[in-house]
């Protein structure tokens, strides 16, 4: 794994270069708190692509230019993607900055057939199960239950059609772990819908079901409607090529038993 | 309130859709909302095109579904209606044109 890159930026004091997904990403700033938040955030994904997305974080100058390509504000933080940069404005804590990397994220992969996920992410004879369902539904204790080190992410996972398959990987963003995050990947085995129960079950769904499944789980924010027709597109595709089951849940280690190789 | 059988409907051109398992899914951007619709009510969301009046659309229910004439101008005013309250639909009336 590459060391953090920490370079003289052009007009910024400091980059930062790390890779989601196999979407890479540089953040150039002048803040060293904001760099230092970064750096503990995102240090199991730091990478130094050819070409990766800049990003300027809180850079004053006045954007003079066209409308952004997509929007978003959050608490008093902004994303504005443009076609030939990427600004993140009014950013004050990691947290703010995690919201934004995932946002973006989340339109970027549009290109990248693939999407962000409500679900937990775990390894097993080297394919990846999803592990989907809203808060409450057992995520975190899926992963809790899982053997160390197989645990991609608890809280939200990134898939990405590729090569004609679909493949899940790691992020930084994780829930009740409050972990750095693995950056790896897997083929993807099944999507599971996760449903309390006293016994575990699982039950092949079609795809209809998957994709109502997905629907809730998925984290998108762009309001725009060519691009929530391409969301749906590849939402659709992955409810048809992914297996997706429900697995009837009792909250302990055995449920692995019962989910298909 | 019965829509008239010569009024022309269309499509929320700000809407989403994908037909799956002979089900539509819609997805409504600015509120998030999805929608569901079965076999029938995929069968004449694809039929909707700001062109066919309803008594066209209800034509083509008894053309491919077992169904009396009457019953399929009922039905098709009835989810027109349905569909016109969740804003996925609007008459052309409403809009002035055929949207694209």
Known sequence: MNAPLANPGRDFGQQFEFSIGCVP????????????????????????????IH????????????????????????????????????VRNQYALDSLVRVFLSWKLLEHQGFLL?????????KAY?????????????????????????????????????????????????????NSSAPVAGIFRLLQATENRVELLRPMT??????????????????????LEILSRA???IKGYNLSFSKNAAFWEVLPA | MNTPAAMTWQKNPELAWREIDDQTVIISPNDSVMHELNDTGS?????????????????LLVENYEVTPHVALSDTQALLEEMSSRKLVATVAETGVVLP
């Open chain 1, 130 to 182: 999803i592990f989907t369902g809203r808060s409450g539904a057992g995520k975190s204790t899926v992963a809790s239950l899982s053997p160390a080190g197989s645990v991609l992410t608890d809280e939200i996972s990134l898939l990405r059609r590729e090569e004609g398959g679909w493949r899940a990987y790691g992020t930084p963003f994780w829930g009740e772990f409050k972990a750095a995050g693995s």
């Open chain 1, 210 to 231: 998957i994709l109502r499944t997905l629907l809730p789980n998925v984290l998108f924010f762009s309001a725009d409607a060519e691009a929530n027709r391409r969301l």
């Open chain 1, 118 to 126: 409500h679900a937990a992410t775990v390894m097993q004879g080297e």
């Open chain 1, 55 to 90: 990003i300027a974080l809180n850079n004053a100058a006045p954007p003079e230019r066209a409308l952004p390509d997509f929007a978003y504000e959050f608490e008093g933080a902004a994303l504005r993607a443009f076609s030939s940069d990427i600004r993140f404005d009014g």
């Open chain 2, 43 to 59: 069968f004449l969301w694809k039929n909707i095109d700001g062109i066919k009046s309803v008594g066209e659309l209800a034509e």
């Open chain 1, 25 to 52: 990403l540089c953040l150039e700033m002048s803040d060293l708190r904001l760099y230092g938040a970064a750096l503990a955030r995102y240090a199991a994904f730091t990478s130094a692509a050819e070409k990766p």
């Open chain 1, 239 to 241: 409810a048809t090529e």
